[in-house]
């Protein structure tokens, strides 16, 4: 059964930047297209960016100006979202998610905390 | 501005129909993007509940129906119960951002 297992919770100061990993298990990468959700406390779904097989790596500009960086190490079958410059409002849980065929999330990780606190 | 536009809220008491709508625009919806749906409940991850306007994974109960009209969509929950209480996303594409938008999430409360 194919699963998406991310890192572990983070505590980060404004200012920082943070790493979370989401390693694809019962299958391979370059079988996945995954991309990132996250969604602050009280507050709704906000797509970050991810990969797809018609444009390749997309990230919401217009939300993130540059501040959101997307890897992938395919040996390793994991890929990695980084947030830089965190603010407060960068609290929130951060899933990874398979998109399918018709462009739906249909798989998604456990989620991983990031909490930006002086 | 958000790009789709959900209610806030709708309820209903057991046994009830009622329905969520999610308003677009012609970058997204109204130019032909699927509509997708997610049940999300405190604590767990969002599941989709509709994908392609009107298509149920399997395991979904055929109480959960959608639809899709010009730039707008509907989920439909017909008989609720007391496990229906959760928040409800649509999700689409839009053209002109170039990426995927999410609703602003409805909450289903069962009376």
């Known amino acids: 059964q194919v699963q998406l297992e991310q890192s572990g919770a983070e505590v980060k100061k404004p200012g920082a930047s943070v790493k979370v990993s989401c390693k694809v298990s019962?299958?391979?990468?370059?079988?996945?297209?995954i991309h990132w959700v996250r969604q602050a406390s009280g507050k709704g779904l906000e797509w970050m960016g991810g990969?797809?097989?018609?444009?390749?790596?997309?990230i919401n500009t217009q939300k993130f100006q540059g501040r959101v960086r997307m890897t992938a190490d395919t040996a390793a079958d994991t890929v990695y979202m980084e947030v830089r410059s965190l603010r407060s409002e960068d609290t929130a849980v951060y899933f990874c998610?398979?998109?399918?065929?018709?462009?739906?999330?249909?798989?998604w990780g456990q989620g991983t905390q990031v909490t930006v606190s002086s | 501005q958000p790009v789709l536009t959900q209610p806030p809220s709708v309820s209903g008491a057991p046994g009830q129909r009622v329905t969520i709508s999610c308003t677009g625009s012609?970058?997204?919806?109204?130019?032909?993007?699927?509509v997708h749906w997610y049940q999300h409940l405190p604590g767990t991850v969002p599941k989709v509940i509709i994908y392609?306007?009107?298509k149920r994974p399997s395991g979904v109960p055929d109480r959960f129906s959608g639809s899709k009209s010009g730039a707008s969509a509907s989920l439909a929950i017909t008989g609720l119960q007391a496990e229906d209480e959760a928040d409800y996303y649509c999700?689409?594409?839009?053209?002109?951002?170039?990426?995927?938008?999410f609703g602003t999430g409805t909450t289903v409360t069962v009376l």
């Open positions: 019962g299958n391979t990468l370059s079988d996945a297209f």
């Open positions: 998610a398979n998109r399918n065929r018709s462009w739906a999330f249909d798989l």
């Open positions: 999700q689409s594409y839009d053209g002109s951002l170039n990426g995927y938008v």
């Open positions: 392609s306007n009107n």
């Open positions: 012609i970058s997204n919806i109204g130019i032909g993007y699927d």
């Open positions: 990969f797809d097989p018609e444009d390749g790596l997309t």
